[in-house]
């Protein structure tokens, strides 16, 4: 009961941090989202991407052990005269577990890039919803993504990802940011009965 209590007054905090923010960005028609932080910072896909990255950790551990029986049934072929029936036994295997390898390489590529994928889209979902709730309250027309990062104007991928965002110049206030990630970090923390993160607002 207490745990419970402790995780809702959490909930509540991070509710309230970023009702500030919110007011001032409801006094305009156009509100900013910067995607790249609430990708960094929501707890949700954080989590996911970690689970991700665990069953690609054990899909790999599971093709090196066939790996490694092909170099151990290898050395034993260098052991075998060639063309007895057991040398072509041996190579028949060799064979078939190279071909259950390269199989299992390029599917499981192609199912763990699924996998991220669907990933990346739910939470853009979630984002979307939420930031299309925040200007449909609100009364707000627009709302556009862009990266609150400093440039680093010596690195030309940086330089050139800023110079086509189509936001040449916003006051901080429309910058809803930090109210979306607490607000999804808080429903989340809700689903999983535990203490949303800290507010994330993004710092200059």
């Known amino acids: 009961?207490?745990?419970?209590?402790?995780?809702a007054a959490c909930v509540a905090c991070c509710l309230v941090a970023s009702t500030a923010q919110a007011q001032q960005a409801s006094r305009t028609d156009v509100v900013l989202v910067d995607?790249?932080?609430?990708?960094?910072?929501?707890?949700g896909f954080t989590e996911m991407e970690a689970d991700l990255k665990t069953a690609v950790q054990v899909a790999e551990a599971d093709i090196a052990k066939f790996r490694e029986e092909v170099k151990k049934k290898y050395g034993e072929?260098?052991?075998?005269?060639?063309?007895?029936?057991?040398?072509?036994?041996?190579?028949d295997e060799i064979m078939r577990l190279q071909v259950e390898i390269n199989t299992r390489v390029s599917t499981g590529r192609k199912e763990?890039?699924?996998?991220?994928?669907?990933?990346?889209?739910?939470?853009?979902?979630?984002?979307?919803?939420?930031?299309?709730?925040?200007?449909r309250q609100r009364g707000v027309r627009v709302a556009l993504q862009y990266k609150s990062k400093v440039l680093n104007e010596d690195d030309f991928t940086q330089v050139l990802a800023k110079i086509q965002q189509p936001v040449l110049y916003a006051e901080p206030a429309i910058d809803i940011t930090g109210y979306v990630l607490d607000?999804?970090?808080?429903?989340?923390?809700?689903?999983?009965?535990?203490?949303?993160p800290a507010s994330a607002t993004p710092r200059r």
């Open 112 to 135: 763990f890039a699924d996998q991220e994928a669907k990933i990346i889209y739910d939470v853009y979902k979630l984002v979307q919803d939420e930031v299309a709730n925040f200007c």
């Open 77 to 91: 072929l260098k052991e075998l005269q060639k063309g007895t029936p057991q040398y072509q036994q041996l190579q």
């Open 183 to 196: 607000q999804l970090n808080a429903r989340y923390a809700q689903r999983q009965g535990g203490h949303a």
């Open 35 to 43: 995607l790249s932080i609430i990708f960094q910072k929501y707890a």
């Open 1 to 7: 009961m207490k745990k419970r209590f402790l995780a």
